[in-house]
């Protein structure tokens, strides 16, 4: 454990563990490691599997079901934690979900029902689970999404989810303004290109993370470490005056408008 735990004597609840390679697993692993103690929500039977001997790792017995699509599961979720727990003191909120087969080919091509559930799983889950989330938060309590830079700037493969992300990210604004007067701060991680369950799901995703990689301030690929001690930031103290902020872990990619010619040769006077 680091000398400084940052989350010692926290609790918080972690949304989206579906193996060890997925972003909601990177920041419980840091969240533990800092003293926090932790509850894990699954998607289903199938996913419970996987995710309670994670849970078990990071020394969790508190692992419930929670299809974010049913408002039903969601609300059982926080009545266990109002039992368990009492209160809460931090939400890791990373969930999302689109067709697969509709993130392939031109977003103009995107049904109606894709729309709709992308919209409701990727984006209003969060306002969903905030809006319970605040009934047990203590003062100074986090609630942390993750998105994309899809939600600004068109990415190939990306589709029906740079919408919904566009959603998620204007919710994180509202929801912390919403919430900010019971001390409670909202804030979205973007995250650039990583090797995980979720990306493995964006068909162009080797292209994407070798032009991230080249078309970034720091010209590396991003390390999950990145990303886990940003998280750590958003959701300890050291972050008490932030709220509503869309955190950019990228490498510097999102600076970038048009990166330095490759040649030798000088670029012409516009």
Known sequence: MPATCLLEGKKGLIMGVANERSIAWIVAEVARQHGAELAFTYQNEALSKRVWPLAEAAGSRLVLPCDVANEGEIEAVFNNLSDS??????????VAYADRDELRGRYV???RSNLTSSLMI?????????????ALANDGASLLTFTFSGARRVVPSYNVMGVAKAALEASVKYLAMDLGDAGIRVNAISSGPMRTLSGAAIGAGRTIYHWARNNSALGR?????????????LLSELSRGV????????NGNSIIGISPLQDSGKAEAP
């Not at 990727?122 to 605040?134: D, E, H």
């Open 221 to 233: 690929d991003l390390n999950r470490n990145d990303v886990a001690d940003a998280s750590l930031y």
């Open 85 to 94: 727990w009492g209160d809460i003191d931090f939400v890791v909120h990373a």
């Open 243 to 250: 709220t509503g902020e869309i955190h950019y872990v990228d």
């Open 109 to 111: 091509d995107t049904s």
């Open 122 to 134: 990727s984006c209003y889950s969060f306002t969903s689970v905030a809006r319970r989330a605040a």
